[in-house]
């Protein structure tokens, strides 16, 4: 397993990198709604995870296994509680694609994601913030001898609170997995789930649910319906025969089952079956021109370097991936979901369309009747709020404290019997904050309403980490809190929900403003990392609204600040070549620490920097010796770009071709 490494310590206030797309003709306005709501600005409060390396070792991780006679299914709640295996035992064979390895690569919310097994993904379109961190997990017993794999956690992304039952009853051939979701709030919430299954792909593999036609998208911005079995002249539902990366969301009618399933060439293959609720259906395929391929190898690297492909079955609770679903406040949703070998005859598998949906059809029932499932989800339904009868990973403490939080505030939570957050999980992450909401304990009127005669003055300390919400700010601008590094944070939270208006622009700025210049009764000054901080917020903000010399400048004073700062100086220098400054960017390398120049991406901003000022000898000689860039973005061409550039007629080395189309 590849090192995660420490977490970023830069707030997460600029927008998410996402590529731009359309709604194309023919789409349903249920669609369209849903995609012009419920978009989030950044992933703030999370931080990003983006200091892995592609340097592998032996790790010891916490692994769960339910096994009966017929299945074996390999659970890892360390990594996102990622369903790592499941071998159908009749056959013998893996229904999911596992890597020998588990290698991170920039294709997440938060950056780092690894490939291989089933996965759950919440909040917004992408991979979860949760999908390379331990999730809180027990096991549960239920009053009819049933064990179950509890997994949970608090999302900062929405506020909720997801939880993954997963059981295998004595003689059953699928593994149950029930999804509950509740919204503590008052407020309706944009709501995302998305369950993805990495598939074993094969020339033979064929996926299948019950729509020929569906919404698809290959990564040019735009979406449109098409016939999936005759998509741009091929079978597209045969993923060998997709020559560049594309989603198809399937466009199933109301009344069919949820179910899509992968044959191979003895007709074998996952079959991913759910209760009515988890609507969307979807096939990804990374496409066979030299790009997909070469994704595919960045992702699943072998020993033998003999390539392993594959594709994704995905489930969602809306048709497509670009939509939210609104969840009101104080609403549990919950569903069911099932995993399993359908075992199709493998003629009528790869025979004529109609033909093989309605043989699919005849085998999810058999496998997975419509009974089945409306049972597992009764007893679900019964099962979600039992206690844990042994506890078996710790998650993180944000749980904790947004309880406490809500008691601070008078707000409702929610029952945590079955799924409790500990004040055992409470780390050095989360003491800061907790200790300013206990310095704030019985004041019932508003903290800012408080005198100082009337409360004893406890200005903020400071913290390494991030939160947000109007109660956080509210205790930051308190007469009785306030202090430098209080006045920080208060700038961070605002910039993180502030539009890219004007108005909004100039008051982040004076915020930053204050944080750095102004005088504080009370507290230490500003630590040097926050001033940095300080300043490279200040420049995101001037940069935005247009100040393009004033922005440079403040990143510029962050990166002197903290020289040591990998995070920072990777932005400040990609920024200032975006805003037209590859000058400045090879002089912030010139003034950081020799060691900074090694980094695989900072080699590629120094050989784009000469590039662009037309230094093009020493920007190729730095791509011909080698440049790997360990956190290259799903869907990014730059290294395939950079070396047409500075390499003219010379065949774009495959280690660089990572274009999708």
């Known amino acids: 397993m590849a090192e995660l490494g420490k977490d970023s310590p830069l707030p997460s206030v600029q927008s998410l990198l996402e590529p731009p797309y359309t709604v194309g003709e023919g789409i349903p306005e249920e669609i369209s709604a849903g995609v012009r709501w419920g978009k989030v600005a950044n992933i703030f409060p999370y931080s990003m995870q983006e200091s892995y390396t592609r340097e592998t070792s032996a790790t010891a991780l916490t692994a769960v296994v339910l096994e009966n006679a017929h299945v074996k299914a390999t659970f890892l709640p360390q990594l996102g509680g990622r369903l790592w295996s499941l071998e159908d035992k009749a056959t013998g064979k893996e229904l999911l694609h596992t890597n020998e390895k588990i290698q991170f690569a920039n294709l997440a919310l938060r950056n780092a994601w690894f490939a291989g097994g089933i996965e759950y993904n919440i909040g917004t379109r992408g991979h979860s913030p949760t999908s390379s961190v331990p999730l809180h997990t027990a096991m549960v017993r239920t009053p009819e001898g049933q064990e179950i794999l509890r997994m949970w956690e608090f999302d900062r992304l929405r506020e909720v609170v997801f939880q993954i039952d997963a059981w295998l009853p004595e003689d059953s051939r699928v593994v149950l997995v029930a999804v509950r979701i509740r919204n503590p709030s008052e407020r309706t919430v944009p709501m995302y789930w998305w369950t993805n299954a990495a598939i074993p792909q094969t020339p033979d593999t064929r996926v299948i649910a019950p729509a020929r036609e569906s919404y698809a998208t290959d ?33 199933i009618a109301p009344q069919e089952r949820r179910w899509e399933v992968a044959t191979d060439a003895d007709g074998d293959g996952l079959a991913l079956v759910s209760s009515a609720q988890l609507r969307g259906r979807k096939l990804f395929v990374w496409g066979e021109s030299v790009g997909g391929h070469r994704w595919q190898e960045w992702l699943t690297p072998t020993d033998s370097g003999t390539p392993r492909h594959y594709a994704e079955m995905q489930a969602g609770l809306a048709q497509t991936q670009f939509e939210h679903v609104p969840m009101p406040g104080g609403a549990s949703w919950q569903w069911v979901e099932a995993y399993g070998n359908a075992s199709l005859d493998p003629a009528l598998a790869a025979g ?310």
Request: hydrophobic share 45%.
């Open 219 to 251: 990564y040019d911005g735009s979406m449109m319906r098409v016939d999936t079995t005759n998509f741009r002249g091929a079978d597209a539902t045969w993923p060998v025969r997709n020559p560049q990366a594309v989603d198809f969301f399937f466009d």
């Open 352 to 661: 004529e369309w109609d033909g093989a949906v309605a043989h699919g059809a005849e085998r999810v029932e058999a496998l997975a009747s419509e009974e089945t499932i409306a049972t597992a989800l009764s007893h679900a339904g019964r099962w979600a709020d039992l206690p844990p009868t042994e506890m078996l990973v710790a998650g993180n403490g944000w749980g904790a404290l947004e309880r406490v939080r809500r008691e601070h505030s008078q707000t409702d939570w929610l029952d945590e019997t079955g799924t409790p957050f500990g004040v055992e999980t409470l780390t050095n992450e989360q003491a800061p904050w907790l200790e300013l909401l206990h310095a704030n304990e019985g004041i019932v009127e508003k903290p800012f309403e408080a005198t100082a005669g009337q409360v004893p003055s406890q200005p903020f300390g400071g913290a390494h980490s991030f939160v947000r919400g109007l109660d956080w700010e509210d205790l930051l601008s308190a007469g009785r809190n306030t202090s430098a590094e209080g006045a920080f944070h208060r700038a961070v939270m605002v910039h993180a929900r502030a539009s890219d208006s004007a108005g909004d622009l100039a008051v982040v700025a004076s915020l930053y403003r204050q944080a750095l210049e102004a005088t504080f009764v009370a507290g230490a000054a500003l630590s040097d990392s926050s001033r940095a901080l300080a300043h490279r917020g200040l420049g995101l903000a001037l940069l935005v609204a247009g100040d393009v010399a004033g922005g440079l400048a403040e990143l510029a004073t962050a990166c002197a600040l903290a020289p040591e700062g990998r995070e920072l100086l990777i932005e400040a220098m990609t920024l200032a070549q975006n805003n037209g400054q590859p000058a400045l960017s090879l002089e912030l390398l010139g003034k950081a620490p020799a060691q900074l120049a090694e980094v695989g991406r900072i080699k590629f901003l120094q050989a784009k920097a000469h590039a662009d000022l037309g230094e093009i000898e020493p920007a190729a000689a730095i791509l011909v010796a080698g440049v790997e860039v360990v956190d290259l973005r799903e869907g990014v061409n730059s290294l395939t770009d950079l070396w047409r550039q500075v390499c003219p007629g010379q065949d774009v080395p495959e280690a660089y071709q990572f274009n999708m189309h």
